[in-house]
Structure formats: C-alpha cells, structure tokens
C-alpha cells in the first residue's frame, strides 16, 4: 500500500521536474516471476525513478548507512528496500535478496555498488552473479541517462532478460562470477547507445 501511494506521488513528482522518456519498460513489465533489475548509479533517485516507471514492485538494495536514519529506515523497510553493508560481503544481504527472489520477487542492484560518473569495467561487482545464479533469476539490464538538473530529459533504457549462465557447463566458478559481472555491466552500458 505504502509502496503504490508513494510511488504514485513519486512520478507525478518526477514528471513535473524531469522530461522522462521510458524504451522499451515492456522487456521488464511483461517478465513474470523472479528477476533482477541491473542498472548503473548516477544519482540516489535512480531507484525511486526506475520504480516509478514499471508496473512490477522492485526491492532494492540500499546502502545500510540510510538505515540509521529512524523515519527514514520505517519508510525503506515500507517499500521493501533492504540493508547492503557495502565494506565487504554482507551475507545477510544475500540470503535476503535470494529469499525475495525465490518468492518469485523482483530484486533491484546497482552492480557498481556505489555512484559512478563513467563507465569503468573494474567497477563490477561479482554479487549479483551469485545471487543470480544461486535462485536462478533471469537478468534485466537498465540504462539510466540524463544530467538530473531541473526539467532535463531523463532517458530509462531497458535492455532483454538475460540468462547469463546459458551455455556454461560444469561448475559455476569464482572466475565465472566475475566475468559475468563484467558482462552486465557491459550490456547495461551498451544501452547508451538506444536512441
């Protein structure tokens, strides 16, 4: 409930300020069941904007930093955003965001793990491979671009669901997890060229 109202209040928001233009959400929208939302990190309204754009509810993972925040933290916790500990591996996180998927949830990651002004290959988190890998979700890329100043355009690029394990025999390896971050990373970024 807490999620539709705020998301609603939200677009209108982002629709009075920003000139959005939204390609091809139906590669996301029509997806059901379990999948994760992969898009780069330029402004900490990125999720907010993502979600108000898409039919499905999206769980992000948030930095745990916001949750020190008490009105902040019951307002997260509302809209199904979940703590990251960003220092190093946060187990939890993991297990939570492969409980949510396993539900048949979305999950939203910033693969970068933090925001980032340009593309940089090293900046891929190998995360979100296992995570994928472990509840066998199905990958949907994004692309975010635009400056952010007032009424600028804002382009939302969404790219195919992807199995990023197809074709892989024998066992996932460590090796594997990393090159698959580098790849989504890859194609998140090959959407900045969608007109």
Known sequence: MLYTILRGICKIIALIIFRVKVTNADNFNKTNGRC???CNHISM?????????????????????????????????????FPVDRTGVS????????????????????????????YNEENAK????????????????????????LFSKVEI?????????????????????TEIGKQILRDIYSLDKVV
């Open 91 to 118: 187990l939890s996180a993991i297990k939570y965001a492969i409980s949510l998927l396993k539900e048949d949830k979305v999950l939203g990651i910033f693969p970068e793990g933090t925001r980032v002004k340009e």
């Open 36 to 38: 994760i939302i992969c």
């Open 126 to 149: 190998s995360g979100v491979s296992m995570i994928a890998n472990m509840s066998n979700s199905l990958i949907v890329p994004v692309f975010i671009r635009s400056k952010f100043k």
């Open 157 to 177: 690029i969404f790219g195919e669901p992807t199995n990023y394990f197809e074709g892989i025999e024998g066992k996932i390896t460590s090796e594997h997890h």
């Open 45 to 81: 309204i990125d999720p907010v904007l993502i979600a108000c754009f898409v039919k499905r509810k999206i769980n992000f993972m948030g930095k745990k930093e916001l949750f020190d925040v008490p009105i902040l933290k019951n307002i997260l916790k509302g809209v199904g955003v």
